[in-house]
Nanobody, 118 residues
Framework: QVQLVESGGGLVQPGGSLTLSCAAS????????MGWYRQAPGKERELVAA???????TYADSVKGRFTISRLNAKNTVYLQMNGLKPEDTAVYYC????????????WGQGTQVTVSS
């Protein structure tokens, strides 16, 4: 069984910063792509940023230049550094990982709330 555990969400004022972390644990041979998604009330879940095992990154247009995704393969961990936060960034943020274990499968974290408000 593989688990993804997120941390780092919270309440922040507009213009502020937060760093999200997501650690994978369990029987893991390797992890391919990792990513962060978010879902705001009444909206569909959307990709925020993704990173390959080799470090190639993809960002949603709405966060380019403000958010940075990174990972530490040795610790099966992915991070999302969020700067210049805006009220429209308010959402539940979910970690996703394509894990190679007994088989290859996508796993999701439980979600962490990020609220940007003054």
């Amino acid at each position: 069984q593989v688990q993804l555990v997120e941390s780092g969400g919270g309440l922040v004022q507009p213009g502020g910063s937060l760093t999200l972390s997501c650690a994978a644990s369990g029987i893991i041979f390797s992890i391919k792509d990792m990513g962060w998604y978010r879902q705001a009330p009444g909206k569909e879940r959307e990709l925020v940023a993704a990173i390959t095992r080799e470090g190639a990154t993809t960002y949603a247009d709405s966060v380019k230049g403000r958010f940075t995704i990174s990972r530490l393969n040795a610790k099966n961990t992915v991070y999302l550094q969020m700067n210049g936060l805006k009220p429209e960034d308010t959402a539940v943020y979910y970690c996703n990982a394509r894990v190679v274990s007994m088989y290859e499968k996508d796993y999701w974290g439980q979600g962490t709330q990020v609220t940007v408000s003054s």
